[in-house]
């Protein structure tokens, strides 16, 4: 990885440019420098980083309402162009920066925003449900946790024994991974769950079993044997580009930005930030989130 400069983005119709303060680092982003998604994501290098971003609104593509220059707002790239680790990013989707929002947390906030709100809407999880998180500790499974807490359901997350308090600060109720979890979801849940969520992948089987219905299971994990075990995959594919090599893709939940902002008012969604990196560093960044082992999200400040 490196800096690089490049040509000047500007917006289309319907976009916003903002000057980038700070933006998330992508996981799955992480996996395709690292080689490891190239049968199941084949990408063109070099590759542009970074899908969401924070900062302040500096042009106005044609149609734009609503939003002015100088608006401090958060949101989502066009999935084709990304671009998003920059000093200057455009958005296609966007929503005020939430004033109990750090920069940092602005910056790592549409991702999970949007990613939660389609999976939960997918599996219709409301109030009274029981939701499992799969990876509940990190970037994405500590707003998921908290999405679905919002809309009423009991969550059960799992992680590592040392991000347990770290997850009940959030609102769920740990218990580790790994081998003996179908066994451990049964007694903290004896009536079953009624969703799970898989962030993390690996483990679909147990998932499955946990469930009783592998339609209750939605992974967000690039596995092509998802399928063979009945999970559906999620993931959103940009505008006219197809479903590509992952399957039928999801609408974009861009609504959940707006969820999002006001459950950030109502005090009921933060941002944990694991680390902040000067855009420079970016590959620093990309080493910490290759451990697995940073609770949240892992952002680039500019």
């Not at 992680?159 to 451990?184: K, Q």
């Not at 903290?188 to 009783?212: E, K, R, S, T, Y």
Request: proline fraction near 7%.
């Amino acid at each position: 990885m490196h800096v690089a400069e490049v040509e000047e983005p500007h917006p289309g119709p319907g976009e916003i440019r903002i000057a980038v303060r700070a933006s998330g680092l992508a996981t799955g982003e992480v996996s395709l420098r690292a080689g490891t998604l190239r049968d199941a994501m084949p990408a063109a290098f070099p590759w542009r980083t970074g899908a969401e971003a924070a900062g302040v609104v500096d042009e106005l593509g044609d149609g734009v309402t609503g939003t002015d220059v100088g608006d401090e707002v958060f949101g989502l790239t066009p999935m084709a162009v990304r671009g998003a680790n920059a000093d200057h990013a455009v958005l296609a989707a966007w929503a005020p920066r939430p004033a109990a929002w750090s920069w940092e947390e602005a910056g790592g906030a549409a991702g999970g925003a949007e990613t939660a709100t389609r999976v939960f809407d997918r599996l219709a999880v409301g109030a009274g449900h029981t939701v499992l998180v799969q990876g509940a500790a990190g970037a994405m499974g500590t707003i998921a946790v908290q999405m679905a807490a919002a809309r009423g359901a009991r969550v059960i997350g799992t992680a590592s024994a040392r991000n347990h308090d770290f997850l009940r600060s959030l609102g769920a109720e740990p218990t580790v991974y790994g081998p003996g979890l179908v066994e451990r979801i049964r007694a903290l849940a004896p009536a079953g769950v009624d969703a799970v969520f898989d962030c993390a992948g690996g483990a679909l089987p147990d998932l499955v079993a946990a469930a009783g219905d592998p339609a209750r299971v939605v992974t967000i994990a690039p596995d092509p044997a998802a399928g063979a075990h009945g999970v559906h995959m999620s993931h959103t594919a940009p505008a006219g580009g197809g479903d590509g090599p992952l399957g039928g893709a999801d609408p974009q939940a861009s609504h959940g930005l707006r969820i999002a902002v006001d459950l950030a008012a109502a005090g009921r969604l933060r941002v944990p930030v694991a680390a902040a990196f000067p855009l420079a560093e970016a590959a620093a960044a990309h080493e910490l989130s290759e451990t697995r082992h940073a609770p949240g999200k892992i952002v680039l400040v500019n």
